[in-house]
């Protein structure tokens, strides 16, 4: 958990553009196919702003490739594995032997985002919903990893997500590709709300979680004002509000649609999932009823 989330309204900060990026994507570094400079072509090809490089176990910044896109330096850690994503290579921890939560712990402390990867992943999950109740003070999970669409699991883990939220533990949602080689780079990601494209701004809406995911819905406009939840895309067609445990407590159809918390107890949190066209979907960080 980072201190620095406006839990009521992550999207408090706003920002003039934004931006998408992969927090997840493997290069022959590590066991991908592709080169470090042949994925960063790929993203920019697909117009991202924003990319990390997170080979298992190995902390890299994007191996000196010249690129406009902003390179946070990240690492896949195990031993379940997590992503974490910095602002300064040296500041990312990788002690061999450290257990899960140790590898949180000293990575939070040094301010990196720690993200737990595709809970759902296998048949025995990567992550149970005990095991994730269990470790404390990262900065999020991954609710959709699009590489566990062609592996056995599911990508999906915003059950999950309630599960937490619903328990009173705060923590962000990722969305991200895990890319491995060719076919994998889909277009499901992070989108940041910034004011500037340069690393620092970036970081620092991710830490704060002034973004959403995305996977073919495309967000306009989110904030909340007093206790009225907003939200603006380009092409949703059904948008539901979703609460505490998983429950679904409206749904609009078209392409806006808002939500006013109740004076009784109906739920700490609501979250936003914008539907589109077949597959498509977009998924908003939990607005909290209350500061704390
Ligand atoms: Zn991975």
Redesign the pocket.
Known sequence: MSPAINWRNPYAAGGRFWLKGNL?T?TTCSDGRLSPEEVIRIYERMGYGFLSI?D?GRVSSGNGVATELALLPGA?LGPR?M?VIGLDPARIANRAGDSSQQRITRNVKRRNIVIL??PDWQAREHYTIDELKALSGYTGIEIYNS?IERLAGSPLSTAKWDRLLGSGMRVLGFATQ?A?RAGDHLDCCCVVRVNRSSRAAVFNALARGNFYCYYGVAITDIGRRRDRVFVATENATLIRFVGKDGKILAKTRGQSAEYTFGKGTDTDYVRIECLGTGEEISWSQPFFRAAV
């Open positions: 997840h493997h997170t298992h896949e594995h992503c990867n595709h590489v895990d491995h």
